[in-house]
């Protein structure tokens, strides 16, 4: 695994969101989902209500949370009321309800912003074209600033990435 430092994602006023974007009309009628775990120092989410995704818009305090709107995904993070038990901010992307991977997914981009200035942007069809779920990169608290890593952690399937950050799966 290696891990590539982007620019500091912000210390105590920011707010980080966190944007995937699919071409609806490249896309090939596949769509992609997006999801954040609210994890500790050692990497496990704090509890299954900390896995934000379509289905768990939220985490209990309110300070990640998701959003959809059209072909576009994004999860906001408050990193000024973040509970303080939270080391990190995972976010993954996974191929929905298909056996291929992001290269057959064309126009799939992720952004990350920190109040409105870009810290990173993929084109999620290049590196991984035959994965179908990915890590793209954590938000981790270091010496009281917040920084963006980015990741690239393949997963064969959306239950592997959660399951990875201890969420319990039925």
């Known amino acids: 695994m290696t891990r590539n430092r982007t620019k500091k994602a912000g210390g105590g006023h920011a707010r980080v969101t966190v944007t995937v974007v699919v071409n609806e009309t490249a896309s090939l009628g596949y769509d992609i989902d997006m999801s954040g775990y609210a994890l500790d120092r050692a990497g496990t989410v704090l ?27 994004t999860l906001v ?11 990190q901010v995972a976010v993954a992307v996974t191929v929905y309800g298909a056996a291929v991977g992001f290269g057959r997914v064309p126009g799939a981009r992720i952004t990350v912003r920190r109040d409105g200035d870009v810290v990173a942007d993929y084109d999620l069809t290049a590196g991984l074209p035959n994965t179908s779920s990915v890590v ?6 270091e010496s009281g600033a917040w920084k963006f890593w980015a990741e690239g952690t393949a997963y064969p399937d959306l239950v592997a990435t959660v399951s990875s950050f201890g969420v319990t799966t039925s």
């Open 136 to 141: 793209y990169g954590r938000l981790a608290r």
């Open 77 to 87: 993070i408050d990193l000024a009321t973040i509970d303080p038990e939270v080391a």
């Open 47 to 73: 509890s299954d209500k900390h896995f934000v995704y379509f289905n768990n818009v939220t985490t209990p305090d309110g300070t990640v949370s998701y959003r959809k709107q059209g072909p576009e995904q």
